[in-house]
């Protein structure tokens, strides 16, 4: 495996960031790390690529231990830190020619450079000042900064945040294709991007670890409020006439006709709806079964205190 960590609690003064956080990501893998705000992503990283020490608890990247001794394993890592922090006055090439001189690439540097301005896509902005870029563009410099030693750890701080949709599509897929090679770990808070690209999910919450493992066996674990139905109906019905039909739990109005029904206990209420649909003589137009979807489980499990 690529990344273990064992036991990692991290206190900044009194308050405890991490609070005996263990998980590992096997190499050849992208692993989503998802939270909401302050659950303690972006320390978690800091502490993997060696930028803050933990307060206790072990670190290994490639099966060596994260500690002073360990100096060179920063070969290994590459980092897209949180807010992606660039130095705005020089010229992406400049800039990149820089980073590739901190890793000591030599002779390879020139090379190197070209081959991720191609890979990130930013072969027209190569001669363009980092301050004048728009942020999908900052975030491509940062991501081929990240690479540009071809580490095989790649610890990315929230890369989509702040990009269009268009933007976060791409590099999406820009992650997903490198991820196929390297070990990416990457933090998020938005849903949907670990659905995305990612085969493995780490869900934090206040310091504490609170789901690991595929989307599939996450769905399977957790019991959630039950299955949705989206039904419309050609006439208007109350809400309170809905809360007649058998095993509803939740009723959710969408539009004028249209309504989310939720089940007790994962029941399927599709043929009790049909029944009260005729009992009344409504008219269903549309009746869709909803999985469960990822969202919901995070809220379950990021909403418990
Ligand atoms: P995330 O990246 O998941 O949003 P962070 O790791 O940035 O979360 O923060 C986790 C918690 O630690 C938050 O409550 C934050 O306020 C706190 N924290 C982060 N960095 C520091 C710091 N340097 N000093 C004090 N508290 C910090
Ligand atoms: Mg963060």
């Known amino acids: ?10 206190e900044y003064g009194l308050q405890k960031a991490l609070d005996d956080v263990s998980f590992e990501v096997q190499s050849g893998s992208v692993v989503g790390f998802l939270g909401p705000n302050g659950a303690g992503k972006s320390t978690m990283m800091k502490i993997i690529t060696r930028f803050i020490p933990q307060t206790s608890g072990v670190v290994e990247v490639n099966g060596i231990t994260i500690d002073d001794q360990a100096r060179d394993i920063r070969k290994d890592i590459g980092y897209l830190p949180e807010n992606n922090p660039l130095y705005t006055d020089l010229y992406v090439k400049e800039y990149l020619t820089f980073v590739a001189n901190i890793y000591k690439l030599g002779k390879a ?11 990130t896509g930013i072969g027209n902005e190569q001669n363009k000042k980092i301050g004048s870029l728009s942020k999908g563009y900052r975030q491509r410099v940062g991501l081929a900064q990240a690479l540009i030693h071809n580490p095989n750890v790649l610890i990315l701080d929230e890369p989509t945040s702040g990009l269009d949709p268009n933007q976060i599509v791409e590099i999406r897929k820009l992650i997903k294709d490198i991820g196929s090679e390297k070990t990416v770990l990457l933090s998020t808070h938005i849903m949907q991007e670990v659905e995305a ?12 670890i609170v789901a690991d493992g595929s989307t599939q066996e996450i769905m399977a674990r957790t019991t ?16 309170e006439k809905l809360s007649n039909i058998d095993n509803i739990s939740e009723i959710k109005m969408l539009g004028s ?23 009344n003589g409504l008219t269903i137009i549309t009746m869709q079964q909803k999985g469960i979807q990822l969202e919901e489980i995070f809220q379950s499990l990021t909403n418990q205190s």
């Not at 690209?197 to 780490?202: A, G, S």
């Not at 959630?224 to 809400?239: A, D, H, I, M, R």
């Open 1 to 10: 495996m690529s990344i273990k960590v064992s036991n990692v609690t991290k």
């Open 224 to 239: 959630v409020k039950g299955l949705s139905v989206l039904v419309e109906f050609v006439e208007e019905v109350s809400q």
């Open 109 to 119: 540097t020139h090379r190197r450079v070209n081959e991720l301005i191609e890979l």
């Open 257 to 279: 006709n249209t309504w989310l029904l939720s089940s007790k206990n994962q029941k399927d209420i599709r043929t009790g709806i049909f029944r009260f649909a005729v009992e």
């Open 197 to 208: 690209i990612c085969q493995k999910i780490i869900i934090i919450n206040r310091g504490k």
